[in-house]
T-cell receptor, first 116, second 112 residues
Framework: GAVVSQHPSRVICKSGTSVKIECRSLDFQATTMFWYRQFPKKSLMLMATSNEGSKATYEQGVEKDKFLINHASLTLSTLTVTSAHPEDSSFYIC????????????FGPGTRLTVT | GESVGLHLPTLSVQEGDNSIINCAYSNSASDYFIWYKQESGKGPQFIIDIRSNMDKRQGQRVTVLLNKTVKHLSLQIAATQPGDSAVYFCAENIVGNTPLVFGKGTRLSVIA
């Protein structure tokens, strides 16, 4: 099946610093990628949808200046958490959709962010 | 949105028994549904999907049932094994460019 990778798998950063998380589709081209966040014992919440070469669409309540998303190629999207605070600590999961299939959505393994 | 403080519902089953996990989906326009399994610290893992033109689909040891009248989805796991212990999420979308929307999830605990 299609593989999506994320890097890093876990990161600890200090409050006020920025952290970049990469999401790659390894064996397919993804015109659309999605970023979710998940708090402990909760479901996945969609943060934003990014289409290759265009600006991301953010869900209501998600600050676009805080969570910068770049989808510069068909295999790579990045999420940068700027000026991170402890409340940004969460599990961030990306997902990619194969451009040839309208409904298949493949998930990465997630990135655990801890802000101290 | 979700209420603060609510924990995931938990289903405990004896090893070897069948499990049934239920999900109420939200959008009557959704036409594609997926069940995911998520183990601790990992991303969601695809289990089985179903399109809205079907009401039942079977996989290996798993069956998904769809009742569009009451917007209900269920996942049946036959002969549940300890390795099935995880959190299970249903997800829905409208085929096209809409992203998957996840349900609240159910924790399945298998008692050996």
């Amino acid at each position: 099946g299609a593989v999506v990778s994320q890097h890093p798998s876990r990161v600890i950063c200090k409050s006020g610093t920025s952290v970049k998380i990469e999401c790659r589709s390894l064996d397919f081209q993804a015109t659309t990628m999605f970023w979710y966040r998940q708090f402990p014992k909760k479901s996945l919440m969609l943060m934003a949808t990014s289409n290759e070469g265009s600006k991301a669409t953010y869900e209501q309540g998600v600050e676009k200046d805080k969570f910068l998303i770049n989808h510069a190629s068909l295999t790579l999207s990045t999420l940068t958490v700027t000026s991170a605070h402890p409340e940004d600590s969460s599990f961030y999961i990306c997902s990619a959709r194969d451009q040839g299939l309208a409904y298949e959505q493949y998930f990465g393994p997630g990135t655990r962010l801890t802000v101290t | 949105g979700e209420s603060v403080g609510l924990h995931l519902p938990t289903l405990s089953v004896q090893e070897g028994d069948n499990s049934i996990i239920n999900c109420a989906y939200s959008n009557s326009a959704s036409d594609y549904f997926i069940w995911y399994k998520q183990e601790s610290g990992k991303g969601p893992q695809f289990i089985i999907d179903i399109r809205s033109n079907m009401d039942k689909r079977q996989g290996q040891r798993v069956t998904v049932l769809l009742n569009k009248t009451v917007k209900h989805l269920s996942l049946q796991i036959a002969a549940t094994q300890p390795g099935d212990s995880a959190v299970y999420f249903c997800a829905e979308n409208i085929v096209g460019n809409t992203p998957l929307v996840f349900g609240k999830g159910t924790r399945l605990s298998v008692i050996a």
